[in-house]
């Protein structure tokens, strides 16, 4: 069975330009959810997807925005990149089994430059 | 702002000892509590997950859930040269299964 797919595994771009980073969740899990992770500030939550909508949201500017379709593949997008948005970005995938016992799996991440 | 703290590291420990990693959390209504191992330049990987109050195995590895102190913890037995990586502690938050809130990670090292 394959994992969580994301693409592209690197990307450099310039300041002020934006970006979209693909996600491919595990097959059946219809919950996409996106972080981001810095040295400084670790691991943090930017949203997650269920069917289509937006179900969770982190405390992220506007310039983060998603959006899943109807096969469960989830795409991110930055606009206006700053420096400190370079990161790792990470997709995670999850069944929806609902309640406590929910496991959450990590995609391989998209490493962003902004320079 | 909930939060998860995770005891200070690095943590240093030599081969065939037994590691302990430690994580609190603050949101009283969490459920679900995990530990991903991450090797550097790579992404979290799911090594335990723990639902309900007590211990879980699972071969060399064993978390514990008290909820009622707020606190997890990853017991390594035996550790391995490969167990070197940071171990993340990630709690579910905000009422919600699909959100995670993590610690800021302990560096493991095991030495030969």
């Known amino acids: 069975k394959a994992g969580v797919t994301q693409t592209p595994r690197y990307l450099i771009k310039t300041r002020g330009q934006q970006v979209t980073l693909s996600c491919s969740p595990i097959s059946g899990h219809r919950s996409v959810s996106w972080y981001q992770q810095t040295p400084g500030q670790g691991l943090q939550f930017l949203f997650e997807?269920?069917?289509?909508?937006?179900?969770n949201k982190g405390n992220f500017p506007g310039r983060f925005s998603g959006r899943q379709f109807s096969n469960s593949r989830s795409e991110m997008n930055v606009s206006t990149l700053e420096l400190g948005d370079s990161a790792l970005y990470l997709c995670?995938?999850?069944?929806?089994?609902?309640?406590?016992?929910?496991?959450?799996?990590f995609g391989e991440g998209s490493w962003l430059t902004v320079v | 702002q909930k939060e998860v703290e995770q005891n200070s590291g690095p943590l240093s420990v030599p081969e065939g000892a037994i590691a302990s990693l430690n994580c609190t959390y603050s949101d009283r209504g969490s459920q679900s509590f995990f530990w991903y191992r991450q090797y550097s330049g790579k992404s979290p990987e799911l090594i335990m997950s723990?639902?309900?109050?007590g211990d879980k195995e699972d071969g060399r590895f064993t978390a514990q859930l008290n909820k009622a102190s707020q606190y997890v913890s990853l017991l390594i037995r035996d550790s391995q040269p490969s167990d070197s990586a940071t171990y993340l502690c990630?709690?579910?938050?905000?009422?919600?299964?699909?959100?995670?809130?993590f610690g800021k990670g302990t560096l493991l090292t095991v030495n030969p």
């Open positions: 990630a709690v579910n938050s905000g009422g919600s299964n699909y959100k995670l809130t």
């Open positions: 723990i639902y309900s109050n």
């Open positions: 997807y269920f069917s289509e909508t937006q179900r």
């Open positions: 995670a995938s999850s069944s929806n089994t609902g309640g406590a016992g929910n496991t959450i799996y």
